[in-house]
Every structure is written in C-alpha cells, then in structure tokens.
C-alpha cells in the first residue's frame, strides 16, 4: 500500500496523524509524581481522571482481576482449616464440603482417606488447589472475558490499518508481564497476536526465523486476508522498576537496566539481519522495542527510525506523558503526545537514527501511549499509584507453551522451552524465584508442562503428550534435590489451537505426587 493510501486509510479508520495545531496550555492542575514514584498523586479534593482512559474499561478489568485472585485467596487459610480437622472421625467428608464450598472443587479422595497412616500431604493438596483454580479460571475464560474483551483499543482492524498481519510480542518470562496484552497494551488478544515470553526477553532467533516464515508462507499463499500489502511486527519488551532499580529489575539481567535494554535491542537486530541475510533485503520484519515499568505499568515505547532502527535513547514515556496531559481535553492531550512523538523522532544527536518512522507505525506508537494512559489509571484508581506487591507473588511456573486463555499480572512465572536444555535458563530462573516464593515456607514448586496441539493435523495430540512426558521428565531430572523432597511437583496438561480442549490435565496428580 502506497503512503498516500496508508494515510487515507489511517485517517479513516480513526487512527492518529500529525496535528496541525499546538496544544493548548496547561491546566493548573499538572498531576506529579513522587519519590514513592506513583505516576501521579492526587491532592486534597482532587480526582486524577484522564480525558483519554477508558474508565469503564478499566472497572471491568479490575472486576476481572479480583474474580481471577479471588479463586486462589483462600486455598491457604482453607488448607490450614483441614490440616486441623485431619483426627476427627468424618475427616474426609468434611475436608471436601469445606474445599467445595469455599474452593469450588474436590480434592483428591485418596490423600484423604489416607491421612490417618501417615498425616495429610499438605504438599500435594497445595499444588492440586493451585492447579484446579487455574483450570476453573480457564473454563470461565469467556464469561470473565466477556465485559471487556471487545472494548480493547488495539483491534486486529486497527492493527491491520496500520500496516501488520501478524504481531508477535516476546515479553520478559517474568510473571509481573503476564498481563502485558490485555491490561498494559490493551490489545485484544486473537489468533494474529502471538505471546512467547523468554527470560530476560532473550528469544531465540532461529525459532523467531521459523515462525516469521510460517506467517509469510500463510501471506504468499493467500492466508492471511489483506497480508499482500502488509508486514509482520517483532516487538520485544525488557522490564524495570522505577523505584528499587536495583532489587526488582529483571532478575536475568541481574536488575541491570542497561543490560535488558540495549540486550533485548540487540536480538531484535540479530533476527532483522539473520531474515536479510537468508531470505534478502527487505524482507526483515518491522520491530519495536517497548519496556514497561513493574511498579506502575507505564512504558517506554523507543522509536524506529525510517530504517526501522530502534535506539535505546530514543522513547517517549508514558508516565511522564500522563503526567503532562491529565486535565487536557482529549484533544489536545492527543496533540501533546503527537507532538512529543515528533520531538523524541526529530531531536538533534546520535540519538536521532535516519529520518522517521513511517505513518503507520507512528498510528501505532502514538495508539498504544493513549492506550497505555488507561493502564496507568488503572494502577492509580485500584492500586493506589503503585502495585502493592513490586516483586515477585506467582502462583506456579508454566513450562512449554504458555496457556493464552488467563492472562494477569504476577499469575504464573513462564518459562518457554521445547526441551529442558534449550530452557535452562528460564527454568533455572524460575525455581530461584519460587526458592523465595515457596521452598523456604515448606511449600512445593508447582510446575504446569503445558503444550498446544493441533486437531487438524493427524497424530498431533499423541506426538505432542510424548514431548510434554519427556520436558516433565527432564525438569525432574534437573532438580532432583527439590523432587526427593517432594519440593517440585510436575503435572502435564495440553490444549487444542482450536479449541477443542483448553488445559485439559492428562496425569494424575496424586501419581505425581509420589504416591
């Protein structure tokens, strides 16, 4: 698509185009932030509403995530309740009614009805809770979903619009990015986003090679509606904290800002250069690279320049656009952005790259910070400026393929792999994290091995289970000290692309569990 068509295309879906008019000036009110570092405090009889965020928007996504914690909070204090009625004569009669009625599920019969011989395994019962309240939040994906799926900003039209059939997003494995999609981005999640999280962001380029060529041969062959005049889009996304720099970075990068940066901009350019060298100039995917702060989720979108080079000293900051445009009509708080987005393009220095970004990914960045904007009320509005928690709080770690169905801040800690030995260090990561979360309280690593299939392809299924068998057996092997110990508990689980099945548990938990 020429830029004259791309521009009337952009203009008439709604997308963002330079402004012809300044913006007007600053309201007396200008929201600051504070060394405890929420992205705006508010003061005496004053209310931080932005003209750009979706309030309403932003209730649904806080009903949703008080719904999805909600069936976890009580697995604790419901466990402890049970351990203390392990003696009585109708034990097991009485632990499930409580797990029903409080939990919403049962328990595994023969730990029970065991529990005289040898004491209650509060291991095992601990990582079955963990796992039956992920899979109900999975069976209830759609009616959780419902009320704010189809308000995201960034459709799959509006992407389209802006030039991309495909946008595939390797955030950092960390847990506190496993709701990047649907609450920073705001980006509706659909079967043309593609989320695979690696350590540190650190994706392997050759499997990026492999699934930009599966997309192109889909454009080529007529696949993707549209794709003919439109471009695959890598976007990487490192993470830091903004106020304990030092202690809640990235713990791959060892809280090395600078290191996540700039090594999260360097595999971005290593995949654009392996794509031209194999398959020619030109053919390399678009790229952006995006950090997102933990503590508040706003972000630091860097800007590609009209090479489609990224630079690490190139970004606007959506905080600090919060900050600047609260009070602002809609209008002109657009305005301001645009404005900046140029200024951050068009500075003088080595900072600058050659020219700018084309039109539609300039509609692009400048539709994700007004999105962003949103995120950033949210964590104002219902987590008072800041998340309370600005470590880690995970739940358990998924290895294999993550499940797209919960996606929420601080769920499961992720760790991308095919076999153990090319995810080492994701997994190595995780079980360091859940030493702090977990181990050190007696409590065991709950480990989901977690692989898709595919019902159109003959065989797919079984070839699929015989992999999730071989990852669960090498991650025992790895850490054979916490399984001795009944420290790590595995269980395996698969889905269907299509929907056929979503998590479905394919081992028994209490064979898992040593018994």
């Known amino acids: ?271 654009r250069v392996a794509i031209e060298r194999t398959y020619g100039l030109g053919a390399a995917p678009a790229v952006l690279l995006v950090g997102l702060d933990t503590d508040l989720d706003s972000l630091r979108i860097h800007l590609p320049d009209g090479d489609g080079d990224v630079n690490p000293y190139r970004y606007i900051d959506t905080a600090e656009l919060y900050r600047d445009t609260v009070g602002l009509s809609a209008a002109d708080a657009r305005a301001h952005i645009a404005q900046r987005v140029d200024e951050a393009q068009g500075m003088d220095g080595w900072a600058q790259g050659r020219g700018v970004m084309d039109a539609g990914m300039r509609s692009l960045v400048l539709a994700l910070a007004e999105a962003n904007l949103s995120q950033i009320e949210f964590v104002i509005h219902h987590h008072q400026g800041r998340y309370a928690v600005l470590g880690h709080d995970e739940e358990f770690i998924c290895a294999g393929e993550a499940t797209h169905y919960v996606q929420l801040r601080n769920k499961y800690y992720y760790a991308h792999l095919d076999t153990v030995e090319e995810g080492a260090a994701d997994m190595d990561v995780g079980i360091k994290i859940f030493t702090g979360l977990n181990v050190r309280h007696g409590l065991p690593v709950p480990v989901l091995v977690h692989f898709y299939y595919s019902s159109r392809v003959p065989g797919s299924r079984e070839r699929v289970l015989k992999r999730a068998k071989q990852v669960k057996a090498a991650i025992e092997s790895r850490y054979p000290a916490l399984v001795a110990e009944k420290l790590l508990i595995c269980r395996m689980a698969l889905s269907d692309r299509f929907d056929t099945e979503r998590c479905v548990f394919v081992d028994e938990a209490v064979a898992d569990a040593g018994h």
């Open 1 to 271: 698509m020429n830029t004259n068509k791309r521009m009337a295309a952009l203009k008439a879906s709604g997308a963002y185009l330079p402004s012809q008019e300044a913006p007007a000036a600053r309201p007396a009110f200008h929201a600051q932030a504070d060394r405890g570092n929420p992205a705006c405090v508010i003061g005496p009889g004053q209310r931080c509403e932005h003209g750009l965020v979706d309030a309403e928007l932003n209730q649904c996504l806080s009903d949703y995530e008080r719904t999805v914690r909600g069936r976890f909070s009580g697995i604790v204090e419901t466990l402890k309740d049970i351990s203390a009625l392990q003696h009585e004569s109708d034990f097991a009669a009485r632990a499930q009614a409580l797990a029903q009625t409080r939990l919403g599920f049962a328990l595994p019969q023969e730990l029970l009805d065991d529990a005289w011989v040898s004491g209650l395994d509060m291991k095992a019962l601990h990582t079955h809770c963990i796992f039956q309240s992920f899979k109900n939040c999975i069976d209830h994906t759609d009616a959780d979903q419902a009320p704010w799926l189809s308000r995201m900003a960034l459709t799959p039209e509006f992407l389209a619009v802006c030039g991309y059939h495909t946008v595939d997003i390797t955030p950092c494995a960390d847990g506190r990015l496993q709701g990047l999609v649907p609450f920073v981005f705001r980006m509706a999640p659909n079967r043309n986003v593609y989320v695979k999280a690696y350590a540190g962001a650190m994706f392997d380029v050759e499997v990026d090679m492999v699934d930009w060529a599966h997309r192109e041969l889909e454009r080529l062959t007529g696949g993707i509606p549209g794709g003919e005049s439109q471009n695959y889009l890598k976007i990487a996304v490192y993470h830091f904290s903004s106020s304990h720099s030092h202690e809640q970075g990235c713990a791959f990068h060892a809280s090395n800002d600078k290191q996540a940066v700039e090594s999260a901009k360097q595999r971005l350019d290593e995949l």
